[in-house]
C-alpha cells in the first residue's frame, strides 16, 4: 500500500505515535513510583513498630529483672567466690603434721630423736630441733632432712649444734629450719597431686 498523505500529517502520525509510547511509559513510571512509595512506607512502618516493641520488652525485661535482684545475686556471687578465694590461700599453707612428723621420724639416723617442731611465720618454713648422741650423729640428722630421696624438704639448713649438755641420754641438740617444695606432700593443697 502506498501512502499519498502529505509529508506534515506523516510526520504528525508519527509524533503522534511517539506520544503514545511516551504516555504508556509514563504511567508506568508513576505506578512504579507510587508502588516503591507504598513498600517504603510499609517498612518505615514495620520498622518503627519493631522498634517500639523492642523498646517494650527491653523495658519490661528489666522491670523483671529489678523484681529477681539480680545485683543482689551478682553481689552475692561475687562475695562467695571472695571466700573461696581466701579458703584456697588458707588451705595452701596448712601442713598435714600427722604424715609429716611420720615421715621426719623415719628420716632419723640412729641416735638421734625429734625434740621439737616450730612452724615459721611464711607457712612455708618449719624449725626443728633433733636431740643426738653425738656430734656426727647431730649433722646427720641435716643430711638425712635434706636429702631429695625422702621427699620432706626442698631444703634444710642447719642452724646450730650445742653439744654441752652432758647430763640428757641425747647430749648434742641440734636446730634445723627447713623448707616446703611447692610440690611438697606434706601440704594439704598437693594432695589431690599425689600419685
Known amino acids: 500500500m502506498i501512502n499519498l498523505l502529505p509529508p506534515e500529517i ?3 502520525y508519527g509524533y503522534a505515535r511517539r506520544n503514545v509510547a511516551l504516555r504508556h511509559w509514563l504511567i508506568v513510571i508513576v505506578i512504579s513510583l507510587v508502588g516503591l512509595g507504598v513498600l517504603g512506607t510499609y517498612g518505615l512502618l514495620t520498622l518503627h513498630q519493631s522498634k517500639a516493641d523492642s ?3 527491653a523495658s519490661s525485661l528489666q522491670t523483671k529483672l529489678d523484681k529477681e535482684h ?8 561475687g562475695e562467695m567466690s571472695d571466700s ?7 588451705l ?3 601442713v598435714l603434721f600427722s604424715k609429716l612428723i611420720k615421715q621426719i621420724g623415719a628420716a632419723m639416723p640412729n641416735g638421734a630423736v625429734l625434740t621439737g617442731l616450730t612452724i615459721n611465720t611464711s607457712n612455708t618454713a ?6 643426738a648422741t653425738n656430734y656426727t650423729t ?3 640428722v641435716q643430711v638425712n632432712l635434706s636429702d631429695p ?3 620432706i624438704f626442698s631444703k634444710a639448713d642447719l642452724v646450730n649444734i650445742d653439744c654441752n649438755n652432758q647430763s640428757n641420754i641425747y647430749p648434742c641438740t641440734v636446730s634445723i629450719r627447713a623448707l616446703f617444695g611447692d610440690n611438697s606432700p606434706y601440704l594439704f593443697v598437693n594432695q589431690g597431686n599425689k600419685s
Open 138 to 140: 647431730a649433722t646427720q
Open 149 to 151: 630421696a625422702n621427699k
Open 92 to 94: 595452701s599453707n596448712e
Open 126 to 131: 618449719i624449725d626443728l630441733k633433733a636431740g
Open 55 to 57: 523498646t517494650r520488652q
Open 84 to 90: 573461696l578465694k581466701l579458703t584456697v590461700k588458707v
Open 10 to 12: 506523516k510526520r504528525g
Open 70 to 77: 539480680l545485683g543482689q545475686t551478682n553481689k552475692l556471687v
